[in-house]
Structure formats: C-alpha cells, structure tokens
C-alpha cells in the first residue's frame, strides 16, 4: 500500500491514491478469491468468523470447505455472468450445510472470481421489492428535473433510514452541487453549496461508472487485511468492484471532520456518463441487509431512467424555442435587407431566448453594434484571434479578457461574450455580450483546499471546517447555460441560411441558389429516407435471429450501432474515404468490451469509399458478433489475427483467421447474419466474400474492388465503373399480358431495381406477401437490361439513384418494350422533374407492403387500360 507520506503536496494527490488495491475490506463482510479451478488465491483474514464449520485456507478448493449444493449454486451463477464488470448475487445461501444462510456477491476481476459474503437478514428480505411500487409512485408527479430530484432525495431517506441523502449533481467543470435534500430537521442544510472537483477524485469517479453502490458501514470500524497482500506473481488484488472494499485514510478523515459514522452513495448515470449521485450520510454506524441495498440500487436506476426522460423533454421543449426563434428571423428579414443592417431585429428577437447586454454584427467587413458592445475599433483587434478557432465553432466565455487579453479595453462595456460564426470565408461574426456580473459562489470550504498538518503529514488535508466559504468573482458575466449553447447552434445555422439568402446580388444568382439548394435537399432527402428503408430492413429481417423480444433488440440495436459508427466516420472525412483498420479498432472497442488487444491487424491500411464503407462495417459487426459469441473471442484464450493487402490489380483483400477458441461447427441454418456477411459485399460491391468454418477457427476471405480503395489521406476515391448505355438495336419480347385480365390487381413478375441488398430483400418480401408470383432483382443497369432483354416482365420497380449511375437507361428501355414502371426513390416527387421518362408514379422511401399495394391499385390497372 502507498505510504501517505510520500505524496506531494499538491491537488491531484488524491487522483493518484490506489484506493482500489487497499488490501482490506470492512469487517461487516467476509472476502474469498478464487482461480478459474476454484483454487483460494485470497481470503480476508475474518473468513473463519463467518465460515465456522470447515475454514478454507490459501490453496485449499473451495468445494472442499462448501456443501455440494452451495458449491453448485455459486458455479451455476458465475458462470452465467455476462456483461464485463457484472456482479451477480445470491440471497440466502447455506453455504456449509449448517444453517447459517449468506447473503452472497460474486463477480470476474482479471483471472480471479471473487466471492463476498454477508450474513443473510431473513425478517428484511421479504418482498422487498413490493416497497418499489409506492416509492416510484411518488415520483410520477414530478414534471422537471428539479422537482424529480427533490422527490427521489425524500423516498431514498424513507427507504433506507440515513439521517440525510443528497443529489449530487456534478457541472462541466467537474465541481459539485447538493442540488436536492432530505434530512433530519436537526441537522443544517446542505442545500445548493458547491463541492470543489478535488472532493472526488478522478479515481473515485470512474470507480462509480464500474461500481455503482458504494457503502461505508462504520467509519470507526478496524479494516480486515486480506491475505496474501500480493499473488505470487506480485500483484494486490484489485476491488473495483468489491462491495467491501475498504475505504481510503484520506476518505475516512473526511467524514469524520465531517462528522459522519456511515455513508452510502448510488451512482446516477445518465446516457453512459456520471450525472450525479445519491450522498447518503449517517451520524453513527449503518449496516444495510445487502437486499435493501439491492432494492435501492434499483430504485437509483429506475430514478435515473425517469430524470433521462426529464432531462429529453426538457430537450424537445429546447428544440421547440430554437424552431421559433428561426420561423421568427426567418419572418422578419425576410426583405432582403443585409444582415449588418438589421441587427437591431435580430438583437430583438433573440433576447426573448438568449438574454443579453448588447450586441454586435461583423458582415462582409462591415461592422455595427447595439447595447453594450465594443467599438468598431476595438473589436477588430479582436478579430486575428477569433479566426484562429475551428471553423463554424461557437466561442462562449463570461470573462473574454482571459481569452483575448486586448478584451480588457472595453471591460466597462462587456466581459462575457457568446461567439456565432456566421460564414466560413470571410470570417463573419454575430456575438452576444454579457456585462460583468459581480457573483457569489457559495462553496462547502475553501475550494482551493490548502495545505494542513494532519496525521498522514504535511499534505493535503480533508477540511476540518464545512461551514459555507463565500467566493466572490469578478470581471466574469452570468455563465452561458448548455441550453443558451444549444440554441445558439440553431441560431448559427439561421443567420447562415438568412446570410446566404440575402447576400444574393441578382435575380439570376438568386434562381440559381434555390435550384443548388433544392437539390441538396433532394439528395439529403434522398439519403435519410435510404437509410430510414435500409433500417426497416434490418428491423424486419431480423426477425429470424431472435429467440426473445430483449435478444430481438439487441440485434437490431447493434446492427444500427455499426451502421452509425461507420457514418460518423465517413462524415467526419466530410463523406470522404475513411479508413478500414481504424474501422476494425472501433469495432472491436465498441463491441467486445476489453478484448480489442485480442484482435491483431497487420498489412497495409487502406481507404475505402463511403459506398463501401458502411457494407464492410456491417459485415465486420455481424463477423465480431460472431467470434465474441462462439469463437475465438467468446473466452479468454483466443485472438484474432487479420491480414489486409493489395493485390496487383488493385483490389483490397482482407484476411480473417480466428485462433485458440473453441471447436467450430458451421451454423444449422442461414441467418440474417451469415446472409450479411456473404452476400453484402457480392451483391453491393461486385466484389467476393468466402467464409471456411474450420475445426480449428473461422477463417474467411472478403475482397473489395480495387474502385472503392484509396490510399490518399481524406483523397477522392476514383471510380473505374463505366456508363452502360443501352445497345442500338435491341429487340425485346412483346410484354406478357396474357394472364392479366381487367379485374387483375397485381403483375405476375416483377423487376426490382436496387443497389442496397438489405432494401432489396426487404422489398422483395414485400411484393411476395402482397401476391406477386415472381420478383426478379438487380443491383444495377448491366443486369436489369439483359433481364428485361431474356424474360417476360409485367411491371418494374426502380431505385434512381445506383450509386454512380441512375436508372434512366432503365426506364428508357422499359418504355421502348411498353412496359409499365414506376420509381421507388428517396428522392420523392421531384424525380418527374429530373427524368423524362414515361414512369406512371413514384413510390417513396422508405415504403411498406401497404405502400406498395397502393402504388400498384392505382398504377397497375392504369397500365392494363393503356395496353388494351
């Protein structure tokens, strides 16, 4: 254990103190650590205080010195442990056959399994979990964050009996604040004081993402040593997740400063991320029946999953206002009047949302002012240093002298400033100005937390005084809220768009920005309504690979995870070619949890396209899903070795070969997953994918066309795919009306005319539910001409956009051989206006087999009168 000595005397002390490999627990439980065999490699020194009958001792089995069916039981249980730092509990266990029930924790730290064992509370046990019902009751009728807040503080205080309970929020600066209380009417209130972020250490925080309770029975108590303190390769064993780990010197002198005997504190988390916490304190010692804790560890999670929806509502309200303040602008310039010009509107309209002192506008080297601004002058000395930060990002500061130090001139005017680029070249600007605001922070001490003598040394010291210390602060405005920010990110994108629009010198400019805007909102239409099809798609076919709703979803949820992991990354390159060994990284860290230094990757990286980035990544997903459940990844023993290379003609190879797991058995029947993984890349890219299901491991080969590689860092992809026109004298078969007669709904074969297999197959489906005998797919204009060439086609659905050709070529030979189309396109509408085809109607994405029906109840018969 580190000697407290030893440390330097500054604020990231306590960051550095190990407090998860103290060797002790506290006294009220006993600690058992095993190997993977069930050997004792650990045991705290009181075990012979609660396993009276047969006490093992290091190196012993476990078995030996347990009954035959307590053993059992604690295998059965671990061995169904899941997610990574999952801790699973047994109540009520005979561990020795004597009577003596336990109240058991188990879970998997590194090689070791430890056990933990509490006496069991027969009388408390009973249908706890009854007394969730009234206490969530109770909570129903908060409507904000706040009062939720306030409620849950008061039902945890009558649940568990601490003399107080605290939410505890943490802020973005990482200090807190009480910002609920339920206490004894004798006790002072802790209520809205600030705890600087040195109370909890960097440490301590991640220990509550990984351990969400956290209770300190006895501050008097005498910690129990474990034995041995180090394994006998020199290592202490590590109790992150230990629910008796001792506590920290340093942790105990503070509550007792405080005055606190005992202590409990639940993690709140929100979205992945520490929101807060319950801080429960009791002025005497506090021994919970592990069940009641169980049950309040349960009411924390309902609790945080109610503030989550809290806290969204919240945000739907937010996006409400930012909608009206841009409906608002929108309105009211909509003359054409320049910006620079119109400040005093603008000023106006936004200080209904965002309060403000003054206000500037810097447009096209043009500048003016309103309120409490900086002069002309002034402000363009500012501007060298604002064009140094990232394009299009906010700037928010309540003290901006501390920023730009030539600020300070007009202190008397402003201090705090919110900066909205409005442009990327020239560097425009609209800032709002906050005055000074002489504040108050009201802290639990001193935040500074000085250096004191104590009796771990010159160091530093919990504080021996929490009466509230003032701090007043100056040359600082009013802090911009997160709900400012986020409005004026809306904001940021309104004056773009108001800025864009009147800066338009002619008639002509002006036609001509409202087609390229036009058709980027067809295209972006175009891509959210493929990627809204492709996810129905994934919802529908995978239907087949779930056994229950929860596994249902989780393959659904996972499988879009991909999908949007691979997105990010292709955007974040500005929807250029991004990188496919990071994209095996990400995939590993996201998906397996800790084994990602179990996938090794050599070979040469590459860049792959954003049309083929987001296949490989569902192919990559389904492949790692697969391997972390029954492969080489499913166990602590196998590893992952891929390979990529560049073959000569430029295709990208990638080689996956699994090693060390179990034996392997081809599935007993094709998913949805095994049909993603060989049929994606064939069917999307042209290019190959085969899977070999060795004995040994998986191993598998997928190679993607050399057109969708680069190796250029964020370089354009070149395309080597060609136009296909259609071939000067073509003859097709007359069209196939003989089975269609005047009562006839539905086309008897149908072709489909899409580059995305999972749409493709999801369509496919549809057409074969609603009746079609027949559907005949192609993924572009080589196949679908040469089947509309050899066989008979009634009626054809047809994607426009195929990646780098339309379908026009399609359409044109459909009407040349009268047979009667229609597009199935994100696009929407305005496809008529791009394509002068004879297509007699546009099914838009994404569709359902009741879209489907109506497109062909009012087409198909249409068609049938035409052709008689």
């Not at 503080?153 to 309970?165: E, I």
């Not at 029946?289 to 929806?309: G, M, N």
């Not at 546009?842 to 249409?862: N, Q």
Request: aromatic fraction near 6%; proline fraction near 5%; glycine fraction near 6%.
């Amino acid at each position: 254990m580190t000697d407290l000595h030893d440390y330097e005397v500054n604020l990231t002390n306590c960051d550095r103190e190990p407090i998860h490999k103290l060797g002790r627990i506290q006294p009220f439980g006993a600690l058992i650590a095993v190997t993977s065999d069930w050997i004792v490699a650990h045991r705290s020194t009181n075990i012979g205080t609660f396993l009276q009958r047969s006490v093992p001792a290091i190196g012993d089995r476990l078995q030996d010195h347990l009954s035959a069916t307590s053993f059992e039981r604690l295998v059965k249980v671990l061995s169904g442990a899941g997610e990574e730092d999952a801790q699973e509990r047994v109540f009520g266990l005979d561990l020795q056959g004597n009577g003596t029930h336990f109240d058991v924790a188990m879970h998997v730290q590194g090689s070791l399994s430890i056990i933990e064992i509490e006496p069991h509370d027969e009388d408390g046990m009973a249908d706890l979990t009854n007394s969730l019902r009234p206490i969530m009751a109770r909570l129903e009728g908060a409507d904000t964050a706040a009062e939720l807040c306030k409620q849950a503080a008061r039902q945890m205080k009558r649940l568990l009996g601490f003399d107080r309970v605290m939410v505890y929020r943490f802020h973005p600066d990482q200090s807190g604040e009480v910002v609920a209380e339920a206490r004894e009417p004798q006790l002072e209130s802790f209520l809205n004081l600030r705890y600087p972020k040195s109370d909890i250490p960097q440490q301590a925080r991640k220990l509550y993402l990984r351990n969400l309770f956290r209770i300190i029975a006895d501050v008097e108590s005498e910690p129990v040593p474990i034995e041995p303190a180090r394994s006998i390769t020199g290592e202490e064993l590590d109790l992150s997740l230990s629910t008796l780990r001792a506590v920290s010197p340093i942790h105990i002198e503070y509550l007792r400063n405080m005055g606190v005997g005992a202590s409990l504190s639940i993690s709140i988390v929100i979205d992945g991320k520490l929101w807060g916490l319950f801080a429960c304190h009791h002025y005497g010692p506090r021994v919970l029946p592990y069940s009641l804790r169980t049950v309040a560890e349960l009411f924390s999670q309902l609790f945080s999953f109610k503030l989550e929806i809290a806290l969204a509502r919240a945000g739907s309200i937010l996006k409400e206002r930012g909608r009206q303040l841009h409906d608002r602008l929108m309105s009211r310039l909509a003359g054409g009047t320049a910006l620079v010009e119109e400040l005093n509107t603008v000023d106006e309209v936004i200080g209904d949302v965002i309060p403000h002192d003054g206000a500037s506008a810097f447009i096209e080297d043009a500048y003016s002012a309103r309120g409490h601004a900086p002069t002309e002058e002034q402000f363009r000395q500012l501007i060298p240093s604002l064009n140094t930060a990232t394009t299009s990002q906010i700037i928010e500061t309540d003290n901006l002298s501390a920023m730009v130090p030539t600020a300070a001139d007009f202190a008397d005017k402003a201090v705090g400033a919110l900066i909205i680029p409005v442009s990327r070249r020239p560097r425009d600007y609209i800032v709002l100005w906050r005055r000074e605001l002489p504040q108050v922070v009201t802290w639990a001490g001193n935040p500074q937390k000085p250096v004191e003598t104590g009796p771990h040394g010159d160091r530093l010291t919990p504080r021996k005084s929490f009466e509230a210390w003032q701090e007043s602060v100056s040359g600082r405005s009013a802090p911009w809220t997160e709900e400012e920010l986020t409005i004026a990110e809306r904001l940021r994108v309104t004056l773009l768009e108001i800025i864009i629009r009147v800066t338009d010198e002619a008639i002509e400019e002006r036609r001509r920005a409202q087609q390229q805007q036009d058709l980027l909102i067809a295209e972006l239409n175009h891509r959210v309504r493929n990627i809204l099809t492709l996810i129905r798609g994934l919802v529908s076919q995978s239907q087949a690979d779930a056994h229950s709703v929860q596994s249902y979803a989780e393959i659904i949820g996972s499988r879009i995870r991909a999908l949007a992991m691979a997105h990010d990354n292709i955007t974040r390159e500005q929807w250029e070619s991004a990188s496919l060994h990071e994209l095996i990284r990400q995939e590993a860290e996201a998906y397996l949890s800790g084994k990602h230094d179990r996938v090794i990757i050599t070979g040469e990286d590459r860049l792959l396209a954003p049309e083929a980035y987001t296949v490989i990544a569902l192919v990559l997903h389904e492949m790692m899903t697969n391997s972390a459940k029954y492969g080489s990844l499913c166990d602590s023993a196998g590893r992952l070795e891929l390979h990529t290379e560049v073959h000569s003609n430029g295709d990208y190879r990638l080689h996956w070969k699994e090693v060390g797991g179990p034996p392997v058995q081809p599935p007993k029947r094709k998913g949805f997953g095994t049909t993603i993984i060989e049929r994606s890349i064939p069917f999307e890219l042209k290019g190959d994918a085969q899977i070999d299901y060795k004995l040994t491991g998986v191993e598998a080969e997928f190679c993607i066309p050399a057109k969708f590689v680069s190796r250029a860092k964020r370089g354009k992809v070149e395309s080597s795919s060609q136009d296909v026109t259609l071939p000067s004298g073509l003859k097709r078969p007359a069209p196939n009306r003989k089975n269609k007669t005047k009562d006839s709904a539905l086309p008897e074969h149908v072709l489909l005319v899409e580059d995305n297999m999972i749409i493709a197959m999801d369509a496919e489906e549809a057409l074969q539910r609603l009746g079609v005998a027949r559907v005949t797919i192609a993924s572009g204009t080589t196949r679908a001409l040469q089947v509309i060439r050899e066989e008979t086609i009634d009626f054809a659905l047809l994607d426009f956009n195929l990646g780098s050709e339309s379908s026009e070529t399609i359409a044109e030979a459909l009407g040349s051989a009268d047979i009667p189309f229609c597009f199935a396109t994100g696009y929407g509408e305005s496809i008529t206006q791009m394509s002068e085809t004879n297509a007699l109607g546009v099914l838009k994405k994404p569709y359902s087999d009741s879209d489907i029906k109506a497109l062909l109840d009012r087409v198909w018969l249409k068609s049938e009168k035409v052709a008689d």
